[in-house]
């Protein structure tokens, strides 16, 4: 069936405002196609599963427990993944479609006009190429046959139909999953992780500010104390000036990039406690990413046993993916934070025509037309373009085209998919590291707890840059044309030599073996200034908060158990707060009397951002009046709009006669508060919870408003450890307590199942705004649903 283009909108809305973003108004009779429970769309939705289902690599067991949850069993490893891969797309397969559509630059041929820009961008980047080359350095191993297995029980599920209802309210049918769509899923996590212009960004902002002003709003480490491993390494920055020049690379040009750079919010949290501070005497971890918050949530739990490969692993991974990313088995339990390494360079070139100089040499671009379907429109063609850096990125600019060559780590072949396989079946801490040694990308801070050890270790590909054999960093522009900075052994879109002197290699990444407790929340690893690993630290907060509460329990004597993890997991100190609130107060004889009641809830305040909290209310409003009236007019003056502001550690922390505040913060202070009344009096806001609600909404929930999850009032804010961003667009996306011998946690914000009306779609979601858990065991229930898969011959 040919959709009309009403419907192509409903998608496209996703593509160009995110989840829930939309205003469209589609036409009456597309409405009535939605209404439940007679409306057409809705018989598309995909019901139970059947009973048995016939497998081509031999029998498995699937039950699910009260919360959804697959528990799959099987004797051999291919039986259990074609058996994962077909409970995943029960639940997920518009979602995984969505994910595999946008990175292979395919969205505009099911969604229409709006998503042209993206799959332009998506297949100058080349992710598939990416992949591909992913596919070729997994070619003949025991993961490539996984995945294979895993992509044959997708389809079978796509077979069997029906398709989910997005499909039918979309009005485009799915395609055949192939294992290059699951090694996208991984492409877009990696550059999700650590795609970024920042680099260029930063050569803007240091043209255009004063460099003293550059130096402590964007140079200097954060002096939080709280690093991850809290020892000095080492002292003096490797630093080069930079030779790049900038050829053309300006705001309204960096801005056009930034649509499509993962959003800055962003972070994560974990932290574990070995066992000799632990009452149960074995080690403990707790975790939580935060990323996006969408109906259906970002990860998918599964627990999957394999008899004849000794393997037991329960835990989260993503939709398309077959492997437990994060989670534990019988023998340990991991988790990872995002480091923050910078691991994309970009490059200008002097340009001739199709010509660009290298050297002392004029080469050719590597150019491939593509094509991009449009449904409901127009076809378009765009030139993908390559360098011997990676790939060429161009955008129209105020009618003229700008270019940048772009090197990600991710371009080449990388391992990952084979490093989260691996982790299924470690025994200890030996097996973990020799699996996290393939964790090409992402670059994470990696966690492992097991009975004997608590081990964190920076993992991924961190490239070295070189300018006549300086060390540099890379948060700059370089010169392609003279090969500044070129990453050794790099071959992007093909196989890398990793070894070749390139990369730092992962024995000298920050890591710390049997330590008695380490926390990571997106701060920086270390504190030297000479390891060029990043540009993305975290300001710190969350980081100094969790490392605070381990040091009062460990240092007092006391032992840490699952409903201290869970208590500190739950954590809503604002540390922002902390340091800004005596500010406000003493800045109140510049205020109204009128303000005085919201002054008194804050005088005696415990800096919780918690949704009972009229304080709470006070300060989150305070806050982004403060930083607006701190930045908008210096940076207006710069040409430069809020995504150039700087992070909030420098907010924090500025002397209080900064010029930023012209000298007399206390006149900011007060005008912030003003305003902020103002809005929480107009709204008839009375505490945190009206304003801190979980907002967190399906792609077509502006039409159809029931697939959205509920409203919750929550607690939190992204600088807090119980994190949930302004709008709950953003935040934990997964929490885990494992106990290493005894009973684990988990929660997702949502449900298991992304079909609309199954009793899982949203069954978790007050669990996780309220900051509770359900159990993550390593039992099957003995009444729960069961599908059987059932062995044929090919």
Known sequence: MRANSTRRALLGALVAGGVGATALSPAADLLSSFAPPAGRAWRSTRGETPETVASPHGEATVTYDEWG?????????????????YVQAADRFFEMDLVRRRMDGRLAAAVGERAVDTDRFHAQMDFRGAAAASETALAGSRTETLIEAYTDGVNAAREAGPDPLEFALAGYGAGEWTPIDTLLVGTQIAWGLTGSFEALRRDVLRERLDSADYRRLYGEPFDHGAPIVREATGDGRREAESRGRLRGVDPAFVDALAEHEPPPAWGSNHWAVAGEHTRSGSPMLAYDPHLTLMAPPVWYEQRITVANADVDVRGATLPGIPFVVVGENRHGAWGFTNTGADVVDHYTYETDGEEYRYGDDWLEFETETRTIGVADGEDREVEVRKTVHGALVDREVDGESRRIGVAWTGMSGTRESAAIYEFSRTRGADDYLGALRKMDVPTQNALYVDDEEVHYQVAGRIPIRRIDGEVVRGDRVFDGSAAEAEWAGFEPFGQSDWSAGGFIPVEETPGVSDADYVATANQRPVDDPAFPVGQGYASGFRGARIYERLDERIAGGGAVDREFMVALQNDTVDLRARALVPAILDARDR????????????????????????????????????????????FERLGLDEGWWPQEWPLVTLPADDPFFDGDRAAVVAEAMAEAVDEIEAEGWE????????????????????????????????????????GAGAGSSWRQVSSIGGESLSVVPGGQSGVYGSDHYADQLRLWADGEHKPMTFEAPDDGRVLEFRGREE
């Open 687 to 726: 505490s945190y919870g009206d304003y801190n609600r979980t907002t967190i909404d399906h792609p077509f929930g502006g039409q159809v408003p029931a697939l959205n999850y509920p409203r919750y009032p929550t607690d939190g804010t992204d600088a807090t450890v119980f994190n949930v961003h302004d």
């Open 69 to 85: 949850v697959p528990h799959v069993a099987a004797d051999t490893e291919p039986a259990a993944y074609f058996a994962v891969g």
């Open 591 to 634: 205020m109204d009397r009128s303000l005085d009641p919201y002054l008194e809830e804050l005088s005696d305040w415990e800096y919780r951002m918690d949704r009972e909290s009229t304080a709470a209310l006070v300060f989150a409003r305070f806050y982004e009046a403060f930083r607006a009236a701190t930045w908008s007019d210096d």
